[in-house]
């Protein structure tokens, strides 16, 4: 019967790194039905269940409370969740998936170099254009909680649906936030990091869920993850 559940990420190079890390610390993953089977176990822990999940969603169910545990990426939970909010808990960085959550504007832009330099030439772009600087992101939060924190308020969000990257070239936006692992996309898109732009220095981690439901054996099965996986 299962007790606890615990989301993994489903692809990719953070799936492979995910799936090592357990494998190191003689939690090896069993997948059931095929090999990219969304469902699991560990044969070695009986009563935990693995689900594998997009990166976002292991995110968004950790703070419904849907899982007990995951293992996603910390930019994905501080976008889920404010500052001091108890329901998702980090309990373990693993240092891979590293990347920052960056401002971003472009490189021609010489008068602009930190966060205050957006709000400064607001006005006179507003006068120009007609409108208000447009910053195009999937982390509305962090972009608000972050523009706020530095006095930046005349601009609009606006959804960035595909490469973030190149929406000022497209036209559909000025400033970007973005997250990025080497700067390399950014410079082949003629865009530049703020001085005082990086919102966040993120990894992957694993997280421990606030909102959903613990029995005694629950708690028990995560404390032994949770040391196996210190330990390695």
């Known amino acids: 019967m299962t007790a606890l559940t615990i989301a993994l990420p489903s692809k990719g190079r953070l799936m492979e790194d ?32 693995v689900a594998f999940l997009s990166a976002s969603e292991i995110a968004a169910f950790l703070k419904s409370g849907r899982i007990q545990m995951g293992v996603t990426g910390e930019d994905l939970v501080a976008e889920a969740i404010a500052p001091g909010d108890t329901r998702i808990a980090p309990l373990l960085r693993f240092g891979f998936g590293r990347a920052d959550v960056v401002v971003a504007v472009p490189k021609l832009w010489l008068d602009a170099d930190r966060m205050a330099d957006l709000e400064s030439i607001a006005p006179a772009f507003r006068a120009t ?28 969000i606006v959804e960035s649906l595909g490469a973030t990257e190149g929406a000022p070239a497209a036209g559909h936006a000025e400033i970007i936030v973005d997250i990025t692992s080497t700067g390399e996309t950014l410079a082949a898109n003629h865009l530049k990091v703020l001085a005082d732009g990086v919102i966040l220095n993120s ?10 439901r613990w029995s005694p054996e629950a708690r028990a099965l995560g404390d032994e993850i949770a040391h196996r996986l210190q330990r390695r």
């Open 129 to 156: 254009h007609g409108r208000h600087l447009l910053v195009a992101t999937k982390y509305r939060s962090l972009t608000r909680r972050y523009f706020a924190e530095h006095g930046v308020t005349s601009y609009r």
């Open 18 to 49: 995910t799936l090592a890390r357990f494998s190191g610390a003689g939690l090896g993953i069993r997948r059931i039905g095929t090999e990219r089977g969304y469902k699991g176990d560990i044969p070695d822990i009986p009563g935990v269940a």
């Open 203 to 212: 990894e992957a981690a694993l997280f421990r869920s606030g909102s959903a």
